[in-house]
């Protein structure tokens, strides 16, 4: 979970390619998806909704301190973005919409685990 939300945030910063149909369903359909997101508390998110898999992550052996660090690291930088990000999935996007999709999405796994 930890390394899957830290990639969350590689993807909604741009720094992870997606395949160009991506952006044209996000940018025409993408958009209800965020009204809906913005409106539910990442509390009630729906659980085991489908990862794409570009930030799915295998079962592989991961150090979980390392990782924990750099997901601390990533959401510590949040603060310092600011202006548009040209998302991979919905396209230019304000920094606040970015904070707010990866910090819900945060929230929603810390609460899938139990803790929070």
């Known amino acids: 979970m930890i390394k899957h939300c830290s990639k969350f945030i590689d993807l909604y910063l741009g720094k992870i ?3 160009f149909w991506y ?3 996000g940018v025409s359909i993408g958009r209800l998806f965020l009204l809906y997101i913005a409106n539910k508390s990442p509390l009630d998110t729906p ?3 489908k990862t794409d898999g570009s930030i799915k992550i295998s079962d592989e052996t991961l150090a979980f301190n ?3 660090e750099i997901l601390k690291q990533k959401l510590n930088n949040l603060s310092k973005i ?3 990000i040209i998302n991979p999935i919905y396209g230019k996007m ?3 919409k970015i904070k707010f999709l990866i910090t819900h999405h945060t929230i ?3 609460n899938q685990f ?3």
Do not use: A, V
Request: charged letters at 25%.
């Open 17 to 19: 390619t997606l395949p």
């Open 23 to 25: 952006k044209i369903l």
């Open 47 to 49: 659980k085991n909704l």
């Open 66 to 68: 390392s990782e924990k």
């Open 82 to 84: 600011e202006g548009h």
């Open 94 to 96: 304000g920094s606040d």
């Open 108 to 110: 929603h796994h810390f």
């Open 114 to 116: 139990g803790l929070i």
